[in-house]
Structure formats: structure tokens, C-alpha cells
């Protein structure tokens, strides 16, 4: 069973505006969430990460929110450049950053900006 | 360049063919994880090393066999593997923190993509 779930597999946005890409949890063991980006050949690169002690994090274009009541953690990219077009995964752990027992990953979402 | 680097970057081999998949990070870091990307499947970890010791194997079959001789070079040993082992393969490596299970994000490798035939 997925702890971990992205229920859009892909994602178009326009260029220049908003993209939001979800992401639901299922075990309330998770305390620290984490967005990579993937683009073809290569492997993820962190993103932004939140502790379950915040709410929201900021990082330039990149915001992440985390709802914890809900179990849903969400990035929004604002505004979208083409450059962002690539596979985004949400992950989770116990513990800070992964802790001793790694990541548990949702599918991804494929993110595709047109110009 | 995220610092980890994965050796052969694709491997085709048959089923009773032995090989190795090799990573090394040049981070300075002191955990190291193999996770396995199957078709339409999320990364799923396979094993954890911390300072050398291995401390999480995720119900991985015996056919697949890490080994970790240094903080910076991670292995992974496959032997009679079945074509349903066909993945990409990634290795991770992160620095434990102070707090207690704390640690940075996973740098990740480019991923080996390997086909059993």
C-alpha cells in the first residue's frame, strides 16, 4: 500500500503562471517532507523540504504547504519558466532529511510548461 | 553534477550472469542508500548504510547483495536475477546531523538502468 500517493501523473501549465503539484500521505509517522525534481537521465535533485512543525516554506519561486490535519503537502511554483518542466517526486521520512530509514516516494508527477 | 556518481549507467545482462553496480559520492558523507525505480513505480528503498554498517534492508531478495567498504563507495552485488529485476537503479548519500535521527537531504546518483534478459 502507497504511503505516498501523486494522483496526477502529469501536469500542463502555461508559462508565467502558477503550477501546484499535490501530494497525500498516509502513515502520521511522517514528520518531514521533501519535493525532488528529475529531469530524463538523470537522478532526482532536492528541491525544498518542511518539518511537520511549520506549515509553510519558502524558497524563491518554490513554496511548499503541508496540511497536516489533511495529510497533504503541496508545491506551488510561481511564476512557471520552461526550465521547470520535469518529473517532481514527493517524499517523505521519520526523522529529519530521511532519517537512518530513507525515503518513501510517491510516483511523481510529470510537470510540462508550454511556452 | 550532485557529487554521486553510478557506474556502468546501463547493464544488460542475462539471468544467471553475476555483476556489480558501483557508486561513490565525493560529498563527505556518511550514509549511503540504494533505491530501485521500477516502471510506473515509486523509488523504493533497498538498503541503508550508516558509517559503513548496514542498518535497513527492505525485505530485499538474497539475490541482491550490497556491500559497503568505505563511507564513500557503495555496491551492489547481483546474482540470478529475473527480468522482473529490470529497473533503474539509484544510489543516495546524505550526512548524518547532531539531532538525533537527523540528516541533511539525499544527493542522488544518475541512476544505473538495467535490463535482465
Known amino acids: 500500500d502507497q504511503q505516498v500517493k501523486q494522483n496526477s501523473p502529469s501536469l500542463s501549465v502555461q508559462e508565467g503562471r502558477i503550477s501546484i503539484l499535490n501530494c497525500d500521505y498516509t502513515?502520521?509517522?511522517?514528520?518531514?517532507f521533501l519535493w525532488y525534481k528529475k529531469y530524463p537521465a538523470e537522478g532526482p535533485t532536492f528541491l525544498i523540504s518542511?518539518?511537520?512543525?511549520?506549515d509553510k516554506n519558502e524558497d524563491g519561486r518554490f513554496t511548499v504547504f503541508l496540511n497536516k490535519s489533511a495529510k497533504h503537502l503541496s508545491l506551488h511554483i510561481v511564476p512557471s519558466q520552461p526550465g521547470d518542466s520535469a518529473v517532481y517526486f514527493c517524499?517523505?521520512?521519520?526523522?529529519?532529511?530521511?532519517?537512518?530509514?530513507?525515503?518513501?516516494f510517491g510516483k511523481g508527477t510529470h510537470l510540462i510548461i508550454q511556452p | 553534477e550532485t557529487g554521486v556518481t553510478q557506474t556502468p549507467r546501463h547493464l544488460v545482462m542475462g539471468m544467471t550472469n553475476k555483476k556489480s553496480l558501483k557508486c561513490e559520492q565525493h560529498l563527505g558523507h556518511n550514509a549511503m542508500y540504494w533505491y530501485k525505480q521500477s516502471a510506473k513505480k515509486p523509488l523504493e528503498l533497498m538498503f541503508v548504510?550508516?558509517?559503513?554498517?548496514?542498518?535497513e534492508n527492505n525485505s530485499v531478495p538474497s539475490r541482491f547483495s550490497p556491500e559497503c567498504p568505505n563511507s564513500s563507495h557503495l555496491f551492489l552485488h547481483l546474482h540470478t536475477l529475473q527480468p522482473e529485476d529490470s529497473a533503474l537503479y539509484l544510489c543516495?548519500?546524505?550526512?548524518?546531523?547532531?539531532?538525533?535521527?537527523?540528516?541533511?537531504?539525499?544527493?542522488f546518483g544518475p541512476g544505473t538502468r538495467l535490463t535482465v534478459l
Open positions: 518542511i518539518s511537520s512543525i511549520k
Open positions: 548504510y550508516n558509517f559503513k554498517e548496514q542498518t
Open positions: 543516495a548519500s546524505s550526512q548524518k546531523l547532531g539531532a538525533p535521527n537527523s540528516y541533511n537531504e539525499q544527493f
Open positions: 517524499a517523505a521520512s521519520v526523522g529529519v532529511g530521511g532519517g537512518a530509514d530513507g525515503l518513501t
Open positions: 502513515n502520521s509517522m511522517f514528520d518531514y
